[in-house]
């Protein structure tokens, strides 16, 4: 592991409201809502962060804002991945959508809106992926519950 | 027109739907639904012990089951500052490498098979099938192995084993080589293969190919060789690129890459230091037998490791092993307590339906079925 490059991408990375630091061999970058696409824009930009890896969220329910969203980024040039984290409430589960940026973002962010309930502003294909039309709620909620079925033709008896 | 191939089709291997928009024959354009195997599989293990989902990871990636155990293993043992034992650190990589052969080996004979070349395919899962009841052998279960534990591995080779492995990669060499002499310069195939699904590096990038697809591009990224893990930097091994990244290309980087699996295997076979294969640490490892019958601490211990699961402290931890399909990552989130507050997978496959119609429009209906062969998507992790 490339510890000068790690540091120095975490010295790169912080500033203008962002907190960086490195966990487990990656930077992990913390950061507003609306600080993503400048941000994510200069990774890919100025520090080869061409391989957008994932997006997901984490709930939190008894916190305040409520949602994590929680991207990973890899840079096939220097072999680095980044993690970018915010915040984002309940009320108002929105981000900045990454598909002007990166392909693969497509199908990863129908999925955390699946999922979660994230919204990604500027993806206008936020159809269900992994469920179906139809289906109410979102099951990686906390407050949803394990066994709660919605099956699309009911059950025989 | 718009036709609908699959979900239930038999090309279409694990359930996918692609809604094919037609002129004639020619495909204009493609939309991928994937989610018909979705079971709630990050649902399900925030309720169970860490120790509890290495059945469940299993099933993501089921041709090369040992890969996600340990990709899943490692992980949690990043987040709990655990070092595995020097033996179970190549025995990791070896069945690594032995699991890529499989799963290989499933996805070409499958990818030919469709294309009508019935004794290739029946060539590569004889040998498969060797693998598969060898395996059985080690860790008592042909395909969903649940072999790893968090500390280590369930057991230690049985006796014989190395001995029967040198065996099957002669057998391999055989079968692979007449695999070869039937595909290789085949007008047929190469009909079929050779500039169909084209797909350029940079497109590979942006759509976030990894593994095979990726290196098929020409781009040499591989976490074995960029980021090395495990015993992987010890070993010594080449990442065999492709040309055009067509269909073709797909088809050979991965003949490529078993051939390098197998020179790895033999490697590591003269590597295997003796020692324990799972770390002595009473936070997730169980006791022996022999204390848990005879002194209450182990008693204790047996019961709570079994009951409450390993603690694995409160953060978070994203790692990522070089899987058959390509990068394959664990995201876990844990509070602190004996289950996981969240598990998140980066699967391959998932990754790879976004950008497939890259590969699929603008080409014939016909060669739906031998792309999304090379792509080999595999329903249990793509939806997991």
Redesign the interface.
């Known amino acids: ?1 490339n510890t000068a490059l790690l540091e120095s991408l975490r010295d790169a990375l912080a500033g203008d409201g962002r907190e960086a630091s490195i ?2 061999g ?1 930077v992990v970058v913390e950061l507003a809502a609306d600080a993503l696409l400048a941000t994510v824009g200069k990774l890919k930009a100025e520090h080869a962060f ?5 997006v ?1 969220a ?2 939190w329910p008894q916190r305040e804002p409520r949602f994590d969203v ?1 991207w ?1 980024f ?1 840079s ?1 040039r220097d ?1 680095v ?1 980044v ?1 970018l984290k915010t915040r984002v409430p309940a009320d108002d589960p929105t981000v900045d959508s990454l598909i002007g940026l ?3 973002a ?3 962010e129908r ?1 955390c809106h699946d ?1 979660y309930g994230i919204k990604f502003r500027g993806n206008p294909d936020l159809r ?5 039309e139809g289906f109410e709620g979102h ?2 909620r906390k407050d ?1 519950p ?1 066994r709660l079925e919605q099956p699309l033709v009911p059950y025989r008896k | 027109m718009i036709v609908n191939i699959g979900p239930s089709h038999p090309a279409t291997h694990g359930t996918i739907q692609i809604v094919a928009e037609l002129d004639g024959e020619r495909v204009v354009r493609t939309d991928v ?3 018909y195997l ?1 079971r ?1 599989f ?3 293990c ?2 169970h012990t860490w120790h509890n989902l290495i059945p469940y990871v299993d099933r993501l990636n089921y041709c090369s089951a040992l890969i996600n155990n340990f990709a899943y293993c490692e992980t949690v043992e ?2 709990m500052g655990i070092e595995i034992t020097p033996r179970c650190r190549y025995l990791r990589t070896l069945f690594s490498e032995y699991s890529r052969l499989a799963d290989h080996l499933t996805c070409v004979a499958a990818s030919l098979m469709e294309l009508g070349a019935m004794t290739a395919f029946l060539y590569l899962v004889t040998i498969r099938d060797y693998i598969y009841e060898h395996l059985a052998n080690a860790t008592g279960a042909r395909v969903t192995y649940s072999y790893g534990r968090i500390g280590g591995l369930a057991n230690d080779l049985p006796a014989g084993w190395l001995e029967r492995l040198a065996e099957i990669l002669v057998q391999y060499e055989d079968f692979v080589g007449r695999v070869h002499g039937l595909m290789d310069r085949n007008r047929i195939y190469i009909d079929r293969m050779r500039n169909v699904g084209v797909l350029t590096a940079a ?1 590979a ?4 190919y ?1 593994g095979p697809i990726l290196r098929s591009t020409g ?1 040499p ?1 591989d976490l074995r060789k ?2 090395p893990y495990l015993a992987y930097s010890e070993l010594d091994f080449e990442v065999p690129v492709g040309i055009k990244g067509d269909n073709y290309d797909r088809y050979f980087v991965r003949m490529r890459e078993m051939d390098e699996s197998v020179h790895m295997i033999h490697q590591l076979m003269n590597m295997l230091p003796e020692g324990p294969v799972s770390v002595d640490d009473r936070r997730c490892v169980l006791p022996d037998k022999q204390l848990v019958y005879t002194e209450i601490e182990s008693l204790i211990n047996h019961f709570k490791l079994v009951m409450d699961g390993p603690q694995v402290p409160a ?6 092993h070089e899987s058959a399909n390509g ?1 394959l ?1 664990f ?1 876990i ?1 844990s509070d602190g307590s004996g289950t996981p ?2 598990v ?1 997978v ?1 699967a391959p496959s ?2 790879h ?3 497939a119609h890259r590969m699929l429009d603008g080409y014939q209906l016909a060669d739906i079925v031998p792309t999304f062969g090379s792509i080999n998507m595999i329903g249990g992790e793509c ?2």
Not at chain 1, 128 to 132: A, E, S
Not at chain 2, 205 to 208: K, L, R
Not at chain 2, 315 to 320: E, L, Q, R, V
Request: aromatic share 16%; proline share 3%.
């Open positions: 592991m966990a487990q990656l061409d391989l957008f890896l994932d997901t984490v709930d929680v990973h890899y096939t072999f991945r993690r990166y392909g693969s497509h199908f990863m999925e999922m269900p992926i992994l469920l179906y099951p990686l949803y394990k | 639904h994937c989610g979705h709630g990050e649902k399900e925030e309720s990043t987040l497109d990038v942006n759509w976030g990894t781009v990224r960029d980021t953060g978070d931890c994203y790692a990522a990068e990552g995201y989130v507050w969240k998140h980066r998932f990754v339906m976004c950008g939806d997991r």
